[in-house]
Structures are given as structure tokens and as C-alpha cells.
């Protein structure tokens, strides 16, 4: 495991204040962002591929600058958006395959995520998304472009410096498994969380191997407690759904004991670390007046109670005009309001993990 020495990161401001940024000492910088996963972080390269997981129309994006749908889950900005301007690199971190993409945008990092992928390729499959294997071919040819733009030797330092970001699991404990003939009559739970984290091993020592050195990784949020969980499996009072988040839980432990494995165990000098998205958003889910909420048990658009992707749309009935009330967009996805909640102190204690001398787990 590599050794940091303590000045190469310093937290100038609060960690909860969500117009805080990540302020760096001197001779230390973070020059680019890249992320990997799932609709929780992809911010367009769904928008040309053949499948359902789209959110490239109204009302995805109403509040987002100008009111463009943009490929992005929510009704604007993601944690992949609001990572890269807490460091200060740019405002927005675009999708690898926007077809407007510009070079510039190159040595500060860009987005291979896919909505609905997941750590099981099966669950790309089942929508026809990107999976993470492809993720990583796209950032392979995104390296080679890369060096053509900016020379081998600035491309090796961008990526040993840059802030790697895995952010998927969702969907394959939500759908994949719960409604899966071919996992849940194959897996129990314990086996299927098992699998999941070799799967997310596996991935993260891809990574390692192609240049990536300090990797955060996403937990699971508390699956049963998206209202179209509580919708399919929370009883007339739609309730969390506790099954899923035990299983949520439990993928949690063994991926937290998986990565510091890897970051005391690896050879390349690389860091991992684990961000808490459980808990935080637990704590919103369960005391949403706290934080400024109405509600937490329904999404924005539609009813709230099951519409997601192309069921969300600009003819869904009953969309709130008032989205600063909800936790919830649609019935699957968090608002920009609940992000900004939750990725300030994510990043923060990411950063401190990863560019700190210590790791933190």
C-alpha cells in the first residue's frame, strides 16, 4: 500500500456545506475525474444506444441549466456533476460518447457509466446497456486518444493523479436478483453477494491495470426504501422493503472487507476506498423533514409511485410543481436537492482516503 505523506490533502472547509469545495495544498492537484456504473451517475451515454433505460426526454432534466434533458436520471445535476465541481475541475463531467464531446474535455476526465448496468453482467444484458467490461474497452480507446491529444508521459500523470469513481450495484440487487429466474433459484443471498464482489474485484484490478491509482467505490443504498420498491413489495402501507436492504447491507460488509484488502494487498501502489452512501441516505429517508423534505415515499414525476425512464414522461400525470419538496425524482432516483446533500461529505471523506496517509474504512 502506498505511503502519503500527510500535507497532500487539507480540508479547508466544512464537509457538510454543499457550496464548499475540496481545497488541495500546494503542488497537489487533482487533474481529472472518471466514472464508472449506473444511472446514478451516468450522464448520457445511454442516449444512443437501443434500450429503455433512457431519460433523454421531459420532464428528466427540468431543472437542469436551460431545461434540456440530457441523458441524466433526475431532474438535474448527478454526484458525477456535482464530484468535479466540488474538486473545482469543471461543472459538468460529460458522457464519453456525446457525440459533441470535445477534446479539450479530455485531460479532466469524462463519464463511460451506463444506466442499468451493474457489477453482474447479466443485468446489462437484461436492458441492453453497457456493461462494465465495455465501460473499460471505452476508457482503454478514451487513453489512446488521450495520448494523441496530450503526449504519454502527461496521459500517465493525468491517470496516476485522477480520481477514479464506481458507482453501480442497484440493479442488480433490485432487479436482477429479486425478479431473475437465473439468479434467485441459483444464488442464495450470501452466494449472490459473494458473486457481486468478485465481480467488483475483479473490475477494480482492471482498473489497477490500466493505470487507475486511487479508486472510490459507491455502496449500495438502501434499496428497499426506493418507492418503487416500497411499491412492488411494501404492503398496502408501502414500507421499505427490509429483504432488500439486508441484501444491500450485506453486499456492503464483504465489499468494505474486499477493498481494504485490495488497498493493503496490491502490488501497484494503488488506493481504494469505500463511500458510505447507505447510511446518509438512510438517515434522509428516515428524518426527510430534517433536511427540508416533505416527502420520501413517492418520486416528482407521475404518481411517484412506479414510474422510471420512459414511464416518466412529459405527459405523466400528477408530476409535483414543487420538486424542492421531494426526495425522490422518480420512483427510482434521488433529486439534484438530495445529491448535494449527500456528495459533499462523500467526496471529502474520499479524498482524504485516497490522498491522504491514511485509509479510512
Known amino acids: 500500500m502506498i505511503t502519503l505523506s500527510p500535507f497532500f490533502i487539507f480540508l479547508l472547509v466544512s464537509a457538510w456545506s454543499a457550496d464548499a469545495l475540496v481545497q488541495l495544498r500546494r503542488n497537489v492537484s487533482i487533474p481529472a475525474v472518471f466514472v464508472f456504473g449506473d444511472s446514478t451517475v451516468d450522464t448520457g451515454n445511454n442516449n444512443n444506444l437501443i434500450t429503455l433505460a433512457k431519460s433523454n426526454f421531459p420532464p428528466y432534466g427540468r431543472d437542469f441549466m436551460g431545461g434540456i434533458a440530457t441523458g441524466r436520471f433526475s431532474n438535474g445535476k448527478l454526484p458525477s456533476d456535482l464530484i468535479v465541481e466540488e474538486l473545482g475541475i469543471k461543472e459538468l463531467l460529460p458522457a464519453y460518447l456525446d457525440p459533441n464531446l470535445k477534446l479539450n ?22 436492458l441492453l446497456v453497457l ?13 489512446g486518444k488521450l495520448k494523441m491529444y496530450v503526449g504519454e508521459n502527461r496521459t500517465t500523470t493525468i491517470l496516476s493523479n485522477s480520481l477514479f469513481l ?19 433459484w441459483k444464488y442464495n443471498t450470501y452466494a449472490y453477494t459473494d458473486l457481486l464482489v468478485s465481480y467488483a474485484s475483479a473490475f ?17 443504498p438502501p434499496i428497499g426504501c426506493l418507492p418503487s420498491q416500497r411499491t412492488l413489495g411494501g404492503g398496502i402501507e408501502r414500507k421499505c ?28 501502489q494503488a488506493r481504494v476506498a469505500y463511500m458510505d452512501a447507505y447510511n446518509p441516505l438512510m438517515d434522509i429517508f428516515e428524518n426527510h423533514e430534517k433536511y427540508g423534505f416533505e416527502v420520501a415515499n413517492r418520486g416528482c414525476c ?30 427510482y432516483h434521488p433529486t439534484e436537492t438530495t445529491y448535494k446533500i449527500i456528495v459533499p461529505p462523500l467526496i471529502h471523506k474520499c479524498i482524504n482516503s485516497l490522498f491522504g496517509s491514511h485509509s479510512s474504512y
Open 241 to 268: 422493503v427490509e429483504k432488500y436492504n439486508q441484501v444491500a447491507k450485506l453486499f456492503n460488509r464483504k465489499l468494505m472487507a474486499e477493498l481494504e484488502r485490495l488497498d493493503n494487498n496490491n502490488v501497484v
Open 204 to 220: 477494480l484490478q482492471e482498473l489497477f491495470a490500466v493505470g487507475a491509482r486511487r479508486i472510490g467505490i459507491i455502496s449500495a
Open 131 to 143: 456493461p462494465l467490461s465495455e465501460q473499460l474497452e471505452l476508457f482503454k480507446e478514451y487513453i
Open 105 to 126: 474535455n479530455f485531460p479532466t476526465g469524462v463519464n463511460f457509466a451506463s444506466s442499468a448496468s451493474g457489477f453482474d453482467p447479466l443485468t446489462s444484458k437484461l
Open 302 to 331: 407521475g404518481t411517484g409511485l412506479f414510474e422510471s425512464a420512459f414511464l416518466c414522461n412529459r405527459w405523466s400525470p400528477f408530476t409535483c410543481k414543487n420538486v424542492s419538496r421531494y426526495v425522490f425524482w422518480d420512483s
Open 166 to 184: 464506481v458507482s453501480t450495484g442497484t440493479d442488480d440487487i433490485a432487479n436482477t436478483y429479486f425478479h431473475t429466474p437465473m439468479r434467485i
